[in-house]
C-alpha cells in the first residue's frame, strides 16, 4: 500500500514539478510531432501529451487533501473517475481510462487558477504609472520655470546694473559739463 505520506516523502509534489512538466511539453513540442506524417513522431507526440496529462493527475490527486475543490476541478477536466480519486491511484500509469472531461467545458471558462485580479493590478499599475508621468512632468515643468525665473531675475540685475552704469555715467558727465561750465564762467569773469 502506498500512502499519501510516502508519495509525499519521495519528493512527488514539490515546487519544480509543475515547472518540470511545463518545460518537457515545450521541448517536446507534442503539437508539432503530431503533425507529422512519421509515424513514429506521432506516438512520441501523444505519449509526451501522456506524460504531461498523468503529471497533471498524479499532482491533482495529490493537492485533494489539502485543495480539494480545485484538486476536483483538474481531475474533472481531465475526466478521472471518482472511483480512481484515492491515493492508491496516485502511481504512474495506475489509471488509463481518463481522457473524457467529466462536465461540460464547452459552454463555461476553464480557467482553474484564475491569475488574482490581474484586470485589477493592470489597470492600478497603468494608474499608478500615469501618476509617476505627470509628477515627473510636473517637475520638470517646475524646474524649467525656475530656471527661467532665475534667468529673468539674473536678465533684470544685468538691466538694472546697466541702468544704473548709465545713469551714473550721465551724471558724471552732466557734472563734468556743469564743472567745465563753471570753469569756463570762472575763466571769462577773470578775464574781464
Known amino acids: ?15 519544480h514539478f509543475l ?15 503530431i503533425k507529422s506524417e512519421k509515424s513514429h ?9 501522456f506524460q504531461a496529462a498523468e503529471s497533471l493527475r498524479v499532482m491533482a490527486l495529490l493537492l485533494q487533501p489539502f485543495m480539494p475543490d480545485k484538486a476536483s476541478q483538474i481531475l474533472d477536466a481531465l ?5 480512481h480519486r484515492t491515493h492508491f491511484a496516485c502511481a504512474y500509469g495506475s489509471d488509463i481510462t481518463y481522457g473524457n472531461p467529466l462536465r461540460d467545458s464547452a459552454n463555461e471558462s476553464f480557467i482553474i487558477f484564475p491569475p488574482p485580479m490581474i484586470d485589477e493590478a493592470v489597470e492600478e499599475q497603468k494608474k ?3 501618476q509617476k508621468r505627470i509628477e515627473e512632468l510636473e517637475q520638470r515643468k517646475a524646474q524649467k520655470e525656475a530656471k527661467a525665473k532665475a534667468k529673468e531675475e539674473k536678465r533684470e ?5 546697466k541702468k544704473q552704469e548709465e545713469e551714473e555715467a550721465a551724471k558724471a558727465a552732466a557734472e563734468s559739463q556743469q564743472g567745465d561750465a563753471t570753469a569756463t564762467t570762472t575763466t571769462a569773469e577773470g578775464q574781464q
Open 19 to 33: 515547472s518540470q512538466t511545463n518545460r518537457y511539453l515545450t521541448e517536446q513540442e507534442p503539437w508539432a510531432l
Open 128 to 130: 499608478w504609472n500615469k
Open 157 to 161: 540685475k544685468r538691466m538694472l546694473r
Open 79 to 83: 475526466g478521472v473517475e471518482d472511483h
Open 41 to 49: 513522431l506521432i506516438r512520441a507526440g501523444f505519449r509526451s501529451l
Open 1 to 15: 500500500m502506498v500512502s499519501l505520506t510516502g508519495l509525499l516523502s519521495r519528493k512527488l509534489v514539490n515546487n
